[in-house]
């Protein structure tokens, strides 16, 4: 019995430490991706880390989005067509650290409609850092609603948990 407990609590040590959120953000929320909406005021006060998504919802046909370079952001120039996505809800995920910048190329929407988002994601802990003790949970914000976490390991949690299950009825 006590072998079956050690084998639990090592199999939840070495999967619960890497269970961390990753957070999806729809880009314009309510509005989605369009022209002549303020998206350096919508990633204001947002964090983003590698492992979050961006979703970019609009009406196919009327906007895409290009993942571009610095220069390619500031000047409005938009890559191969073929490197453009389509679908009217796009997403993205977010795998590497940096700066990060996105278009749209269609017409003058980049260009005269401020149809572009830039963001930086930080790199993202191992850890979820803890928080203190005796503070509450934080309820979102309104705005917030079409940001919600998922957790990126849900599997292997399972897993590990039908693993234990299965170890505690031996």
């Known amino acids: 019995m006590a072998s079956t407990q050690f084998i639990l609590v090592a199999m939840l040590a070495v999967v619960l430490p890497s269970a961390t959120m990753a957070t999806q953000y729809m880009v314009g929320d309510d509005s989605g991706w369009t022209a002549n909406y303020d998206y350096v005021g919508w990633a204001n006060g947002k964090t ?20 571009v370079n610095q ?13 453009a996505l389509t679908s009217g809800n796009d997403t993205v ?27 930086t994601v930080e790199d993202s802990s191992p850890y979820p850092a803890p928080g203190p003790a005796t503070s ?18 849900v599997l292997p949690m399972a897993l590990a948990a039908m693993a234990a299950l299965a170890l505690l009825a031996v």
Do not use: M
């Open 48 to 67: 983003f880390y590698v492992g979050d998504t961006l979703v970019f919802r609009y009406n196919p046909g009327s906007h895409n989005v290009f993942k």
């Open 71 to 83: 220069t390619a952001f500031k000047d409005c120039v938009k890559p191969s067509p073929n490197e």
């Open 93 to 119: 995920t977010l795998a590497a650290p940096g700066q990060k910048w996105y278009i749209c190329g269609i017409s003058d929407h980049c260009a005269n409609k401020h149809q572009k988002l830039t963001i």
């Open 136 to 153: 509450p949970p934080i309820a979102p914000a309104p705005n917030s609603a079409h940001a919600f976490s998922v957790s990126r390991f």
